[in-house]
């Protein structure tokens, strides 16, 4: 059933085509604040369902917890549980589940292997994919619930672990703890409910994201009962809602930049107060257009409701430096002391904890409110696939319900009732000087800090590039390191990083993508926590213990367990040669590589093709033809320039049929240069890291090159040996 878009007045601030892709009749539609409010709202709904749901995330996690809020409601917590019992009882229902086939930095942060645990705990008609059709560097962001084609649920929230918390966000709350029993800290977001063609529509954005990944087109077949979830109070009916996307350009996909659009034509109807929360805030374009808006009309009012500091290394080096930017930009322009960026804190008794702000939202006056996936940061306006949803108020009740909202949301920070926030607001005539005087329970709003300097410039363009990562980037990357980058240029870089791919020297991709793909690696086991597996002393005091006899057998074993774990082959290789030197580090990564390889492969022939297909997705089917195809010489060159994992190449090729003495070959052939490069020079690079100075890192950074200039060639020498066969 397709949905019709609505004819709008002139003078609306949505505008279909241009800053959103559609806008669409909703019957009832309400926010939903915070992840108790969501999660069992959302129960509520699946447990309705009858035919479809199709779940869409930036991350999923199998042990997210959908705590029980019904006294009738018998089906378990976890959401793996709760989805295998629920297709139990319904045959009829089919649930499909599509995850990002998330990049390695977030290896330490996310669940491995997702699709085994819920093939391996949910009958058939639960389906997970990977989604991996996006440009190189970006994500899939979007959060999307779709129930029976009816009820659409979008917004800030993924169904993953420390997510949940309540209204209160208590600094010692019993209940918020993730699957290990760690407790976190109080963590605020937002998502949105709504039905009629809305829901449909957002259903099309889903389902468009499914067939890219997955090459499957779903139908919509509007179910004829109601799975509204009961007991959620409507702030809305017979409204209607505008949605934009963020669609990065790849694979002939076009472009669609609706969500930087509307950021920046709501701004410009600003004419009081515009309120925020956002996770990050750096997209220097969002901060120019406020300045200028602001400058323009004297009396507008900003309050950003945001988090206190980042804690991830990345982060830490970006978004905090990338905010103080835009704060500077707002203050070269004079309007800083009408602009406050505030985070929540909470205290209870002797404890005192710093709300983590999530959400995605913008109230620009009492006109228009939008909640969605996307950040004020580089990367939701060009990069990740994103989706808000926005309401424009046509009516004085539209209004008053969008104030409402508002008001909501800062009686959520500040401890108090949404009517004491507007009273608040009557008395003062501010909505600064309400969101900086209220306060109870021990909530209140403070003030953030960020520090001065500019974000590491060769880190920024990949943490919040404007575009898809390319070689562009890397050739400004590569420019800073070699001439000494300032903090000023390293701040423009991220806003003109972009997918472009030069036409003048096509030929260098491959070593622009394997340049990424190392620094991917680095970045990860060397900044997370991570780091700790492929510490020297770790290492060496795992092998200490072992007779001289039985250390080879150790290593062996340790590259087998670790590579069949996901395990990058790469650092496990550096840390053989760290650890027992050039020579015997050789000896051993060679050995332990090749038997890591085949491990991999023996799993996958004893596993067959049907479930790592079905795990893996489009991208792989194509990777297992090439390789069914050309033997040894496909599996060269797919280990010369790494387009899967080491282990998935591995599973795939024994899966696949693959010849044992091709796959063996290849393999060597393959990962020699890698070995032989971090054998004997994995001690320097490793001293460039842990110590550096101009020198070391220079010789790092030359030994790098030598080693993808040698894949690269060993990789032209296998495709055109390759292409020869008849």
Request: some cysteine; hydrophobic content about 45%.
């Amino acid at each position: 059933m397709s949905v019709e878009a609505v004819e709008l007045d002139p003078d609306c601030i949505l505008r279909p085509g241009h800053n959103v892709w559609r806008v669409a009749e909703a019957d009832r539609a309400a926010v939903l604040i915070d992840g108790e409010g969501y999660f069992s709202a959302l129960r509520r709904s699946l447990t309705a369902a009858r035919n479809s749901v199709l779940i869409v995330g930036w991350d999923i996690h199998s042990k997210t917890r959908l705590p029980r809020t019904d006294p009738d409601d018998d089906l378990p917590e976890t959401l793996v549980d709760f989805l295998g019992a629920l297709a139990r009882r319904r045959p009829e229902l089919t649930i499909r589940l599509l995850l990002w086939n998330y990049s390695v930095l977030l290896a330490a942060e996310r669940e491995w292997f997702p699709s085994f645990v819920i093939d391996q705990r949910t009958p058939e008609q639960v389906i997970l994919r990977l989604d991996d059709r996006l440009p190189f560097g970006s994500s899939q962001h979007q959060k999307i619930v779709l129930v029976d084609d009816r009820v659409a649920f979008v917004g800030g929230i993924d169904l993953t672990v420390r997510r949940w918390d309540t209204s209160s966000h208590r600094p010692d709350d019993p209940a918020r703890v993730d699957p290990d029993g760690k407790p976190y800290a109080p963590f605020h977001d937002v998502q949105l409910v709504a039905d009629g063609s809305a829901a449909r529509a957002l259903g099309e954005v889903a389902k468009a994201r499914w067939f890219r990944a997955t090459g499957e087109r779903l139908p919509t077949c509007v179910a004829s009962h109601d799975p509204w979830p009961a007991g959620v109070k409507l702030d809305l009916v017979d409204t209607r809602l505008g949605i934009a996307r963020t669609v990065p350009c790849c694979e002939g996909q076009v472009e669609a930049r609706e969500v930087e659009a509307l950021f920046l034509d709501s701004i410009d109807r600003a004419r009081r107060s515009i309120y925020i929360e956002n996770q990050f805030v750096t997209a220097s374009a969002v901060a120019e257009k406020l300045a200028q808006r602001m400058r323009e009309v004297p009396g507008l009012e900003l309050l950003v409701i945001t988090p206190r500091e980042y804690h991830s290394w990345i982060e830490a080096n970006t978004m905090h430096a990338g905010r103080a930017r835009f704060r500077r930009i707002l203050a070269e322009a004079g309007v800083a002391d009408r602009a406050r960026f505030l985070y929540p804190q909470v205290r209870e008794g002797g404890q005192v904890a710093d709300t983590m702000v999530h959400s995605k939202v913008m109230v620009i006056d009492d006109r228009l409110l939008r909640v969605g996936s996307a950040n004020l940061n580089n990367r939701s306006m060009g990069a990740d696939a994103e989706c808000d949803v926005a309401i424009e108020a046509e009516s004085e009740a539209e209004r008053r319900a969008i104030a409402r909202i508002r008001n909501r949301l800062i009686g959520d920070h500040c401890g108090v009732c949404e009517q004491t926030v507007a009273d608040m607001l009557v008395r003062t005539g501010s909505l600064l000087a309400a969101a900086e005087r209220l306060s109870g329970g021990g909530h209140r709003l403070c003030p953030v800090s960020d520090p001065d300097d500019d974000p590491a410039e060769l880190i920024e363009p990949f943490a919040d590039p404007g575009k898809p990562l390319g070689l562009e980037t890397v050739e400004q990357v590569v420019d800073g390191m070699r001439n000494g980058a300032t903090g000023a240029r390293g701040g423009r870089m991220a806003g003109r990083a972009s997918g472009r791919m030069s036409g003048r020297m096509p030929r260098l991709v491959p070593i622009a993508l394997a340049v990424l793909v190392v620094a991917a690696v680095v970045l990860a086991w060397h900044f997370t926590p991570l780091a700790a597996l492929t510490d020297v002393a770790h290492v060496r005091e795992l092998l200490q213990g072992l007779d001289g006899i039985g250390q080879p057998f150790a290593v062996l074993a340790i590259f087998v367990v670790a590579g069949l774990a996901g395990f990058p082959v790469t650092v496990l290789i550096a840390a053989t040669a760290l650890v027992f030197g050039p020579w015997l580090g050789l000896a051993y990564a060679g050995l332990g590589a090749m038997a890591s390889a085949v491990a991999g492969y023996a799993v996958g022939a004893a596993l067959g093709q049907k479930p790592l297909l079905a795990l893996l997705g489009p991208r792989l089917e194509r990777i297992r033809r090439q390789i069914t195809r050309r033997g040894v010489l496909a599996v060269a060159a797919i280990r010369l320039l790494p387009i899967a994992p080491f282990v998935v190449i591995n599973l795939l090729s024994g899966a696949s049929g693959v010849r044992f003495w091709d796959f063996v070959g290849g393999t060597a052939i393959g990962l020699a240069p890698g070995i032989v490069a971090l054998s004997a020079f994995g001690d320097s690079a490793y001293r460039a890291l842990r110590d550096p100075t101009p020198a070391s890192v220079a010789l790092a950074l030359g030994l790098l090159a030598l080693w993808i200039a040698i894949a690269f060639g060993l990789q032209t020498l296998v495709s055109r040996l390759g292409n020869r066969e008849p």
